[in-house]
């Protein structure tokens, strides 16, 4: 499909590829990584020919359609409708239309012209665009509206009318619709909510052309990639997998070539004492003559850059609060007194809760987190925070809070200037800014290290109630994990937006889906939540099918219905009070826990560690099984819950 061969590109000096040689062979579907700045869009724009190598060459079919998602766009037409941009993705189509209805208004006239030549040349246009596809447009760029969250009352407004982040899907629509041989994807899910970057993956699952990705997105390139290139220190290179088996491969080759480049180090060393000891003897001189030839001939094994990654984030431990963090009552907002936001939000978060938000965009889950954090008042209801709360709240403009004229040390000592030098250092380390890096000022950071600098200054004291909007956002995949590691262990209380599912997979532990003007709460984590939603879509569908119509319809007459409702919380009374009684326990065996694991005081030879370690074993024995007690009562109640409004759903 492509080739580099021995491609070098440089800017302003530096070199972003030295020697670049790799394929892409037809449908294979490429993961492209690396640190930011490393010339992962450098790469995309030689393979468009938007850029030409310094040296080297790089070769594509000259019939190769190509469809290219770049981070920053600025279309040339806003002023068309928003389904006519999409539409419009291959010119070619357009031009081929164009001519077509040209032709037909010439054959509309009545007299002149050589019709039959006309018509000739209007079937060779015909059936060129129908053999590119241009019949089937439309519907694919529905399709891709549709899936990336555009209502169909949009379809027609303009472009112009749609925010930075709107015009973004459209553009990404654009691409898809356009049917491309070969898809460059530069970061396609910016700007998208969870359900958009699940269609997406799905849709791209389907495509059947050759597919580039550079995501951080971990979930898209594990779920659609079979090959990974990186981009990394100017150099590229392939691995036959993706990326979870390129991080594992990766650091196997770093080893090897450690260990090869240690052996011959090694090796070198020997042969050079040997030379030095014998080089004045004249019977040793064929020895060290050979040995001589041996050192000029020995190939140099170049020792492998280390990994670009920002190092471990380690979060100090934040101070304890109470069990309850923070309890909306019949919250609600609304901007103009008349649309509600959202409205009748009951919601408790208690103590060691990580929470992920998801729903799509507009739905509220900022809107919420502020509501949370006490940033915007509530239009109604009531907003209680527990005891000893300490939030920190994290906007998606957080990585520009930090004064650009302040060093990265500045930054964060300026926001605890009692801390030592060391502490901060330390903590400095952990968000990438070591050694010089922590005397650079925030005005030259790029938008991922701007990040991690706000980070580090709202870690220094460490909150125990974590409310963060989007945190991954500029952030390259190794600060992802780093920062996903270290909100793993967090031993504070966690609210999060992100629509990176990889990411909410490992931070949360349960989910809060916005169903406006409400929400609606999953006790497990991101892949618990996508069974229940799989789980109670199959069971509605299922019921629809065996039941017949009338059935389905709900025949109930007014006592049937009385008496049915009645059952029906007869039967939710009892699994309420076992979910209620596992709730209390846990939080008891919580507390205890917390007790024992404080640092003890007095004598600390007379306590007894075998038994405190004994306990402390039970008590997780014991949240487990209080646990399982809860989320077995909790999906008695959501089958309960189906079946009722299956009976009892209106005609």
């Not at 949009?154 to 925010?163: A, D, G, V, W, Y």
């Amino acid at each position: 499909m492509l080739s580099f061969q021995q491609v070098c590109k440089s800017h302003g000096g530096q070199d972003v590829l030295l020697n670049a040689s790799f394929r892409i062979n037809r449908g294979e579907r490429v993961g492209i990584v690396g640190p930011n700045g490393a010339g992962k869009s450098t790469l995309f724009g030689l393979i468009t020919g938007e850029l030409t190598p310094d040296k080297g060459l790089v070769e594509l079919p000259r019939e190769a359609r190509i469809g290219h998602l770049r981070q920053v766009i600025s279309p040339a037409d806003t002023g068309c409708s928003l389904l006519e941009y999409v539409e419009n993705a291959v010119p070619e189509f357009q031009r081929l239309q164009e001519n077509i209805e040209r032709i037909e208004a010439f054959l509309l006239q009545k007299e002149g012209g050589d019709r039959d030549a006309a018509l000739r040349q209007m079937g060779e246009l015909q059936t060129r665009f129908e053999h590119m596809g241009g019949y089937e447009i439309r519907g694919r760029a529905i399709r891709a509206l549709g899936g990336l969250g555009f209502p169909a009352e949009s379809f027609h407004e303009p472009l112009r009318s749609f925010s930075g982040g709107w015009q973004m899907r459209a553009e990404l629509a654009r691409v898809l619709a356009s049917d491309a041989d070969l898809l460059l994807l530069d970061e396609p899910t910016n700007y998208l909510d969870v359900p958009a970057v699940e269609w997406l993956q799905r849709y791209l699952r389907e495509f059947r052309g050759t597919l580039a990705l550079v995501s951080h997105d971990r979930y898209l390139l594990n779920s659609l990639t079979d090959i990974t290139i990186e981009v990394a220190n100017s150099l590229v290179e392939r691995y036959p997998g993706n990326y979870d088996y390129y991080s594992r491969e990766r650091r196997a080759r770093s080893e090897h070539r450690a260990a090869a480049f240690k052996n011959q180090e090694r090796r070198r060393e020997q042969v050079e004492r040997f030379i030095e000891r014998f080089r004045a003897k004249n019977t040793k001189s064929s020895q060290v003559q050979s040995r001589i030839k041996m050192l000029e001939k020995m190939e140099q094994v170049e020792l492998p850059p280390p990994a670009a990654s920002p190092g471990s984030i380690r979060v100090p431990l934040p101070p304890r609060s109470g069990l309850e963090i923070v309890r909306l009552e019949g919250a609600g907002l609304t901007y103009d007194g008349k649309r509600w936001v959202l409205r009748g939000v009951d919601l408790r978060i208690d103590r060691g809760e990580k929470i992920g938000l998801v729903g799509f965009n507009g739905m509220g889950k900022t809107t919420l987190l502020r509501m949370l954090s006490g940033a915007l008042p509530l239009s109604e209801g009531r907003r209680v925070v527990g005891a000893h709360v300490v939030m920190g709240y994290q906007s998606q403009d957080f990585g520009e809070t930090v004064d650009p004229g302040l060093t990265a040390y500045e930054a964060v000592k300026g926001a605890a200037p009692g801390a030592p030098e060391r502490t901060v250092r330390s903590l400095l380390g952990g968000f990438g800014f070591s050694g010089a890096a922590a005397d650079k000022k925030a005005g030259v950071l790029s938008g991922g290290e701007k990040m991690r600098l706000a980070f580090a200054r709202l870690l220094i004291h460490p909150p125990n109630f974590l409310l963060l909007d989007e945190p991954t956002t500029h952030l390259d995949i190794g600060a992802c994990e780093a920062l996903e590691e270290a909100l793993f262990d967090y031993k504070g209380t966690l609210c999060l937006v992100s629509h990176d599912i990889q990411f909410l997979r490992r931070a949360a532990t349960s989910v809060l889906v916005m169903t406006p003007p409400g929400v609606t709460r999953y006790p497990g984590g991101y892949d618990y939540y996508r069974e229940k939603i799989a789980a109670s879509a199959a069971a509605a569908s299922a019921a629809a099918g065996a039941a017949p119509p009338a059935a389905r319809a709900g025949r109930l007459d007014r006592r049937a219905r009385a008496e049915r409702v009645q059952e029906n919380s007869r039967r939710r009374r009892p699994l309420k009070e076992r979910m209620e009684a596992a709730e209390r326990s846990m939080a008891a065996l919580e507390e205890e826990q917390a007790r024992l694991l404080e640092p003890p005081e007095g004598d600390m030879a007379a306590i007894n560690f075998v038994n405190v370690n004994r306990r402390l074993t039970a008590i997780q024995e014991e949240l487990q099984a209080a646990s399982a007690q809860w989320e077995s009562a909790f999906e008695e109640l959501e089958k309960i819950r189906l079946e009722f409004e299956n009976e009892t759903q209106p005609e």
